[in-house]
Antibody
């Protein structure tokens, strides 16, 4: 069974940094692209970033470009999201989501349960 | 303001069919066959129901079907069941490695 477990969320002050992690199990991790998708409280979904199975290619929404950086360690079956210069509008549940192939396509299945990031002073 | 436009709500009685629309532009929905639909129950993670306009992942009932015409995509749920009550989100590739979502539709089973 595919399992994705996010961690690293919490309360951070504006301008601060945080690193989210996603631990994967139940599939050949390096064979699949991975994604981060977020959902502000009571709001809709927003795609954040993606990384190919090999890690050679990364993709990022314009709203977070230059502040949020995706990476992965295939030997540890882990994906990360380094979040810098955080703003109040970054407050959201951050979901880790698996792609359906090694190359990146814009669909995600399954998703983890999410980790809440709150940016507030 | 979401990039894709969905009706805020939809409803139907058990056994009936309901269709949820998702309207974009020629730069997203109309320009690519890369539309997907997600179901989200309260407090739960989203679940992929349809991808590449009309394909269903393994395990998704064939009561769920997707289609597209021009700049509008649609998700039809046939034979409505109580467990179908949830929020539904559409998404589309929007070029330049960008993905946009709709604002979501709350489906109520009467």
């Amino acid at each position: 069974e595919v399992q994705l477990l996010e961690s690293g969320g919490g309360l951070v002050q504006p301008g601060g940094s945080l690193r989210l992690s996603c631990a994967a199990s139940g599939f050949t991790f390096s064979s699949y692209a991975m994604n981060w998708v977020r959902q502000a409280p009571g709001k809709g979904l927003e795609w954040v970033s993606a990384i190919s199975g090999s890690g050679d290619s990364t993709y990022c929404a314009d709203s977070v470009k230059g502040r949020l950086t995706i990476s992965r360690d295939n030997s540890k079956k882990m994906m990360y999201l380094q979040m810098n210069s955080l703003r109040a509008e970054d407050t959201a549940v951050y979901y880790c989501a698996k792609g359906l192939s090694s190359g990146w396509f814009p669909w995600f299945d399954p998703w983890g349960q999410g980790t809440l990031v709150t940016v507030s002073s | 303001q979401s990039a894709l436009t969905q009706p805020p709500s939809a409803s139907g009685s058990p056994g009936q069919s309901v269709t949820i629309s998702c309207t974009g532009t020629s730069s997203d929905v109309g320009g690519y066959n890369y539309v997907s639909w997600y179901q989200q129950h309260p407090g739960k993670a989203p679940k992929l129901m349809v991808y590449e306009v009309s394909k269903r992942p393994s395990g998704v009932p064939d009561r769920f079907s997707g289609s597209k015409s021009g700049n509008t995509a649609s998700l039809t749920v046939s034979g409505l069941q109580a467990e179908d009550e949830a929020d539904y989100y559409c998404s589309s590739f929007a070029g330049s490695n960008n993905v946009v979502f709709g604002g979501g539709t709350k489906l109520t089973v009467l």
